[in-house]
């Protein structure tokens, strides 16, 4: 069975900063993972989706790799705004479903 | 296109009473699949359906919970008698097909028990 950490649980940096947000998953066997920001009592906005055949992915400020043979996941997060305060899931795909870590909340101090 | 549309995005019952919740997937998508977010808990995965089948209950708890996807309208997820642990947030998402294929997240149920 999937099961998918996140690591920290909790972050907190100084505006500008940048930083790096941990995912492993236990199966290697997925056929996506993907990144997701949720603001409190939000829905979840997704950041991007990395197949699994692909090594990285980028939009804007944000980059994620995806190692599969070692199970794992970074998102990577550059100049680091306020607004990018929420908390950060990661989520690998299998056959049915998505598993989702629990998530890494992130606060940036102006 | 729009987006997956989930009503109400808001619903409070009390205990012993019955909660729907509909989910509209996007245009196209014949896929779709209802989470569960407990308060400060991560998403877990409940259900995933195709028109008039369900494909995985795994999530599912096994009495008091049901889903359908019928051939029209929206998908249904329906909590019978509930209790204050049925509190949570709770998401559909859609996709055009399966495994690789990007899912499609809604804004989520919010479902209160008093």
């Known amino acids: 069975k999937q099961e998918v950490t996140q690591i920290p649980a909790a972050l907190s940096v100084p505006e500008g900063e940048n930083l790096v947000l941990n995912c492993s998953f236990t199966?290697?066997?997925?056929?996506?993972l993907q990144w997701f920001r949720q603001d409190p009592g939000k829905g979840l906005t997704s950041l991007l989706l990395?197949?699994?055949?692909?090594r990285e992915q980028t939009s804007g400020r944000l980059n994620a790799s995806l190692d599969k043979s070692s199970g794992r996941s970074t998102l990577y997060i550059a100049a680091s705004q306020p607004g990018d305060s929420a908390t950060y899931l990661c989520?690998?795909?299998?056959?049915?479903?998505?598993?989702f870590g629990a998530g890494t909340r992130l606060t940036v101090k102006p | 296109n729009a987006g997956v549309m989930q009503n109400p995005r808001h619903l409070v019952r009390r205990r012993g009473q019955e909660a729907r919740l509909r989910c509209s997937p996007m245009?196209?998508?014949?896929?779709v699949y209802w989470y569960r977010q407990l308060p400060e808990e991560g998403l877990k995965f409940m259900v995933y359906?195709?028109?008039?089948?369900?494909?995985?209950e795994s999530g599912m708890p096994k009495e008091r919970f049901s889903a359908e996807f019928p051939k029209e309208g929206p998908s249904i997820l329906r909590i019978q008698q509930v209790v204050r642990g049925d509190s949570a947030a709770y998401f559909c998402?859609?996709?055009?097909?399966?495994?690789?294929?990007?899912?499609?997240f809604g804004p989520g149920t919010r479902l209160t028990v008093t």
């Open positions: 245009k196209g998508h014949s896929h």
């Open positions: 359906l195709q028109k008039e089948n369900i494909i995985d």
């Open positions: 990395i197949q699994s055949s692909q």
């Open positions: 989520a690998s795909r299998g056959n049915n479903d998505m598993r």
């Open positions: 199966d290697s066997a997925i056929y996506n």
């Open positions: 998402a859609s996709s055009p097909g399966a495994l690789s294929y990007e899912q499609y």
